[in-house]
């Protein structure tokens, strides 16, 4: 497939990682790192050595598994690690993995000595479809999510689906929420092709290649988030939210699309209520979300912790809780403002669906 | 006088502070923050509420005093103070310091809810003609300055030199070195000029202005540092690792300024061994530091440790030591490796040497 064009890099499509060794060889990189974390070092790792034999010469990185060691702390260590080995400014960091590890190190190199190269092999549905794409970095403080980070583009892309073949059921439902919102906010066709699926592991290169280029466009019209990049965001004000609160206080917390999925139910209930969403497209985005992700039990009486929650949202202007919000199917606006109360009010849908 | 022009933003030359108000009225910013520390919180937060008085709507967050507090651990505070005060996106930080509250809070500006608007107000000399000039934001980890940090453009620079009178004379006398170093790598005239003063008290605005303007000259021609900006790293290869030893030794340590025209000294020292600096001028460049700075006793048998800073300096490629060094007053070269049996020889010329 043809590489997907942004303003400074390129996201190859390339399960043989030979763009790898393309990369390396437009600079005299100084030293090679790898960051992966324990899951894609015990599952990706491996895979990526034998797809490149004969890079050898490189220092490894891990950091432990899971959104909820997306902080600081753990960044302070990749930094240390980067100190340890000596790295210097011509160093180049490859991050092998998912949103942790692509965010993460994405803003660890964006930092370290004012900012190293970095290449983004991202493991995941999820991190193929959203993170890898934008220039975004961030790692959570405090349990407010992305609250640290840059916009920082990296020197490429690589997208090798065959690492997806490493992936549980749940993670690749999860990453596919996030294909389900590019149909959502750009294109009612994509969205209807994808929604037909069985489920998320029927998911063609193409389609994900098209995901892809819905973001990429997005974001190459507005790389520093001033506007339209803003609808990209549709799902995440509340998504974030339950996926923070869900992080703190379940056993088995909720993986990031999984609350973005929940969070653009609520949503669309939101935008059928402001801006005149068609009841259909809402009982659409509804159905299709229950179909894929089932039902979350919401518990009672966290309302008032989750409105907190959003209001530190990043988007969020003048302390009133901004949303982006579909007016039909394929199509978002942004900086809709919301009353709390409404906001319960869409809690309260979810909550009253049957599946 | 005349703002010196950068690309994206002005150096205001401006007592009377009302320049803040011209970029407040820019944009409308929903929050305006004002970092200080206890120092200046105590001497110049008074001048600068004096000078504005119409402004009173803002929070103000503190850091503790001295270069060893500029870590990564008070920029997290500064984060979730910005966070408790529920700052967002449009929020602005003023950071009204010297190079400590102006490179830690362009940093945290920089990277909360990536990034948000700061205005660089520097109150000592070393920050007026250094820090402030040229997007450098940064915070040291595990006792290497400057590690982690980003290049971010501020608003605007405020340069009051009323903030000056604030200082005492060992501060003026720090900030000094980097004027000096201005004209040793790009102005001979104005080296002598400055070096003609009886001490650093004596320095006029005019001559502030002049400082900041090649600076402003060296930064806006590489902003990235790939190649003439490495000019302004003379003297501190040498002067930042013996900084970060006599932060970690010395009771009373070493200002940044006084590392620095010890430091010069010393790669004069190197630049007269191997570019040909001419004897006359490594003379002249000793003796006018010696001036201003008397000596500093540099402890037997450290040269090993100072090395290994010296290593993981920043300006390294691939393990090798560079320096930038003048091979004439006014001029200055770059990325010269040099030995280490060289280094060492560098330190016992600053030893051999009498007041």
């Keep these: 497939m043809k590489p997907i064009e942004n303003s400074s890099y390129q996201v190859f499509f390339d399960n043989s990682l030979q763009s790898v060794h393309q990369i390396l060889s437009k600079k005299k990189y100084s030293k090679i790192f790898v960051l992966t974390d324990e899951m894609t070092g015990q599952y990706c790792l491996p895979v990526f050595q034998e797809k490149l034999p004969e890079l050898t010469d490189f220092d490894l990185i891990e950091v432990p598994n899971g959104e909820e060691n997306k902080t600081i702390d753990f960044c302070i260590g990749i930094?240390?690690?980067?100190?340890?080995?000596?790295?210097?400014?011509?160093?180049?960091?490859?991050?092998?993995?998912?949103?942790?590890?692509?965010?993460?190190?994405?803003?660890?190199?964006?930092?370290?000595?004012?900012?190293?190269?970095?290449?983004?092999?991202?493991?995941?549905?999820?991190?193929?479809?959203?993170?890898?794409?934008?220039g975004k970095t961030g790692v959570d403080l405090s349990d407010v999510k992305n609250i640290i980070g840059t916009f920082t583009q990296p020197e490429a892309v690589i997208i090798a689906t065959d690492f997806l073949k490493t992936l549980d059921e749940r993670q690749m439902t999860s990453g596919f929420a996030e294909v389900i919102k590019h149909g959502i906010i750009a294109n009612a066709d994509f969205f209807k092709e994808i929604?037909?699926?069985?489920?998320?592991?029927?998911?063609?290169?193409?389609?994900?290649?098209?995901?892809?280029?819905?973001?990429?466009?997005?974001?190459?019209?507005?790389?520093?988030?001033?506007?339209?990049?803003?609808?990209?965001?549709?799902?995440?004000?509340?998504?974030?939210?339950?996926?923070?609160?869900?992080?703190?206080?379940?056993?088995?917390?909720?993986?990031?699309?999984?609350?973005i999925a929940l969070g653009m139910i609520c949503e669309a209930y939101l935008a059928k209520e402001i801006i005149g969403l068609p009841e259909s497209d809402l009982e659409l985005i509804t159905s299709s979300f229950l179909k894929f992700f089932g039902k979350y039990k919401i518990r009672q009486g966290i309302e008032q912790e989750l409105l907190e929650i959003m209001?530190?949202?990043?988007?969020?202007?003048?302390?009133?809780?901004?949303f982006s919000l579909p007016d039909k199917l394929g199509n978002c606006l942004f900086d809709i403002f919301v009353e709390e109360n409404l906001i319960k009010k869409s809690l309260n849908y979810y909550r009253s669906l049957e599946l």
């Design 79 to 134: 930094w240390q690690m980067l100190l340890e080995f000596e790295a210097d400014r011509n160093a180049i960091l490859i991050n092998l993995g998912g949103g942790v590890v692509t965010d993460m190190g994405g803003f660890a190199a964006s930092t370290f000595k004012r900012g190293i190269d970095f290449i983004q092999i991202p493991t995941t549905l999820l991190s193929q479809v959203d993170a890898s794409v934008g």
């Design 195 to 259: 929604t037909a699926l069985e489920n998320a592991n029927e998911i063609t290169e193409k389609q994900i290649y098209h995901s892809i280029g819905i973001k990429n466009k997005v974001v190459l019209e507005d790389p520093f988030e001033k506007g339209l990049r803003k609808t990209l965001n549709f799902g995440h004000t509340i998504g974030h939210a339950i996926e923070s609160w869900s992080l703190k206080n379940d056993k088995n917390s909720l993986l990031h699309g999984e609350a």
């Design 311 to 322: 209001k530190n949202d990043k988007k969020n202007v003048s302390g009133k809780i901004g």
